[in-house]
């Protein structure tokens, strides 16, 4: 026999979040259901985790003591999760504001810039290090580019390799 004791109020409150979960993952299920059928197996493992998550309630239902399951159990039917999908850079956590931009469009902007601006660049080593154009880059590359042997700036004459 399992050992039951009281859920603490954080218990109670994670045991909330996990039933909505559950609830919400039974939900959406049938949603994907055609999807499942395209891919052999899917439909059986979206079974077996909802079996496996229903299991997980029950086994953690049971170590709570008998006089507060029918409450618990009557409470957990009126909980709901809500999903909130925030656009990206409009975050409450977020105070850089960053946005999405394709590859391939970045790539042409950013190629448009160095062709235009730095490819015949004449500026000093000192000049370079605080170029503004050179910081925009660099912020807004996903990688790093390395600067060829015998240059200061990494992007004087640097032109190909920007439409891939």
């Not at 159990?73 to 925030?86: F, G, P, S, T, W």
Request: hydrophobic content about 35%; overall charge negative; aromatic content about 8%.
């Amino acid at each position: 026999m399992t050992e039951t004791k009281p859920l603490s109020g954080r218990e109670y409150a994670a045991l909330q979040s996990l039933f909505a979960a559950i609830s919400h993952f039974e939900e959406l299920t049938p949603t994907l259901e055609a999807r499942n059928r395209m891919v052999p197996g899917l439909s059986e493992d979206f079974a077996e985790v909802s079996g496996k998550l229903d299991s997980m309630l029950e086994r953690i239902l049971g170590t709570v003591p008998e006089t507060k399951l029918r409450h618990i159990k009557a409470d957990l039917q009126n909980v709901r999760l809500y999903i909130k999908i925030e656009p990206p850079g409009l975050s409450s956590k977020s105070t850089l504001g960053f946005s999405y931009t394709p590859t391939k469009t970045l790539n042409a902007l950013l190629g448009y810039l160095v062709e235009h601006e730095c490819l015949l660049c004449s500026q000093s080593p000192t000049e370079a290090r605080k170029c503004w154009i050179r910081k925009v880059i660099d912020e807004a590359l996903p990688h790093e580019v390395e600067a060829k042997d015998g240059e200061y700036c990494k992007y004087q004459n640097f032109a190909l390799g920007w439409e891939e």
